[in-house]
């Protein structure tokens, strides 16, 4: 049905996923099954996110990447949508103080039980000429993702603003980063317009508790 890359953050000393993640949709393509296409514009939604960590902890915390099938199961005469993990790769957050260009190699199992991948699970096969002559000249298939860093100090002015107001731990489309941080001010108004009546609930809380 589709094919996904979802974008997590993992935390290597408690062996546990941190935060939210989010997904990239792929583009399939029969003349190259091995391969994972996104959309060709480097401005478009789909391509650019954006990942803030403010914990102190960054060489404790990888950015994983996970490449997933969508499939249909069909089980009696009812049809089951099933997600189906065939491979990730990842990079910490320490590796990230740079802008440049990354190949990530690509691994099976998962970051708690890590495994290679097998050249024979690799589904390589291309129709067309061009993709069957490329097929010969690449010989062995290489497992990687290409990633470009781009780092705070090198985004626009305007881009600067809205990751400011976003919260401390949060991956999301860079498209969407201008609706959240438009959101998280009109909150942060709200509570600032509003801080005696909130102060009041939360003291009227605390008493009642305090009477038992």
């Known amino acids: 049905m589709g094919r996904l890359l979802k974008i997590s953050l993992y935390n290597n000393l408690y062996k546990i996923f941190v935060g939210n993640a989010i997904s990239i949709d792929c583009i399939y393509k029969k003349e190259y099954q091995d391969r994972w ?4 514009s ?3 939604y789909n391509n ?7 914990g ?12 997933v099938l969508v499939i249909q199961k069909k089980v009696e005469q009812t049809f089951y949508t099933m997600e189906i993990s065939c491979g990730w790769c990842s990079i910490p957050v320490s590796n990230l103080q740079l802008s440049r260009k990354e190949k990530l190699p690509i691994r099976g199992g998962s970051p708690i039980n890590i495994g290679e991948i097998s050249e024979f699970n690799i589904r390589n096969k291309r129709i067309g000429y061009i993709p069957k002559l490329t097929n010969l000249l690449e010989r062995q298939i ?6 470009r860093v781009k780092i705070f100090k090198d985004l626009t002015n305007e881009e600067k603003k809205y990751i400011d107001y976003l919260p401390g731990l949060i991956i999301c489309h860079s498209a969407s980063m201008n609706m959240i941080s438009i959101y998280r ?3 942060g108004e709200y509570i600032l317009n509003h801080k005696n009546y909130l102060l009041k609930c939360i003291k ?3 008493d009642l508790a305090n009477m038992f």
């Open 37 to 40: 296409y996104f959309e060709d």
């Open 42 to 44: 480097d401005g478009s």
């Open 48 to 54: 650019n996110i954006i990942i803030r960590y403010n």
């Open 56 to 67: 102190g902890d960054f060489e404790k915390i990888d950015v994983v990447f996970e490449f």
């Open 142 to 147: 290489q497992s990687e993702c290409p990633i």
């Open 185 to 187: 001010q009109m909150l």
């Open 204 to 206: 009227d809380e605390y």
